[in-house]
């Protein structure tokens, strides 16, 4: 009885200090439409695998380990990213096979993540987490040809004031995810590529 | 002490509690200093709100959440209160222009923004008619002293004083969305001294400045928008 006892204690404090050491981010937002201008395009969207299972792992020295799952809100932010940008969009299984998934259409769209990074608070020496993320958004003509590939950076901060660590750590992936749909649903038409190459503007004088 | 007289087994935790109450109801010293500044006229009609937000992370250090959700309440609470239009449904239904990196700056930038296709429409439709940036922290700027507590056998207590200095110092930027201009501006600024003399039982004196602060903060911005301040 004595044994069992301590066996069951045992599985308690050693699940409590597994849960202790390591934290889980699964980010459950939705993200809201931009309200933006739409552009008159028809634009095919490509998700790769790497971007929508993403998921980062990291054991900072001297700390807990953490687990931050990102793939399906990268593809819920591009989603309303996209459907609020283009006029039109169909997701599609690959690039070079678009066109015929997509008849007729401007561009194909294929976001991927570059880079993911953390800092905790006792790393930073604040009270704050921070999360950046690294998009490289590769914009390709009808033909499969690479029009622009755009680096996007997004940041995102939360501070510990009555939050635990997750819901901290969670509140600054989604100020993040938020940023780079922010940048890009404001940035999108902005880029000189974009311009002269689907909306068919001439380049500004002295460009 | 009391413990070891067999006869009034319960004067200790008694005395305690009453030291605990009575620490409680004290408070550390605080000093406090609220002023503003108003540019131009202000009032608020009848299905009007204010949303509060803070300023962007991007500009320096961020106001701590529990300020911004302490100064959402106090500004809605009582007779005199304003009704508050929640900041994430805001943000949500403006999305993308409120965001920490593309928030307008200044006041100068509001007619730009508003109009952006379906901003001011969306603005009007909520009845939002003033955008409260908050700005500011809660920051310890000096402490001292030494307190140490020790346990054994026969029980334990503590002995000693430690004292901090806390300075809650913020501004509440005022946007008039119907005249797209800078209403002007309020801020709080509270200063205490937190301290926890022991002589076995610590009896903790905390000068809660971040909430007077928020208390000062909100009433001061109550007054600002009701009143209608120099003549428009």
Redesign the interface.
Known sequence: MLARVAALAGTVVAALLQSGCSGSVAVEEEFPAPLVGRLPLRVAVHYPAALAEFVHREDPESERDWTVQLGPANVRMFDSVFGALFAETRRVADVAGAAGEMPGLDAVVAPAVDAFEFSLPSQSATDQFAVWIRYNLEVYGPDGSLIVKWPVTAYGQSGTGGLSDEESMTRATVLALRDAAATISTGFARQPKVREVLLKEAPPDGS | MAADNPAHPVRFPAFATVVVATAALLGGCMTSRVEESKNAATGIGAGESVVILATS?HKGK?V???FLSCVNAEVQKGKGGIAVYPERQFT??????F????APQTAEALPELLS????EE?IQARGIRYIVWLNGTTEQTNGGGSLSCAVGPGGGGCFGLTWWEDDASYDAAVWDLRQKADAGSVSADVHGTSMIPALIIPVPLIARTQSAACKDLARELREFIVDGGPAA
Do not use: M, Q, S
Not at chain 2, 92 to 97: E, H, I
């Open positions: 992370y961020a701590e959440e529990d949500d239904a403006l999305f993308p222009w965001e920490p990196r593309t952006r296709p379906g901003v969306r």
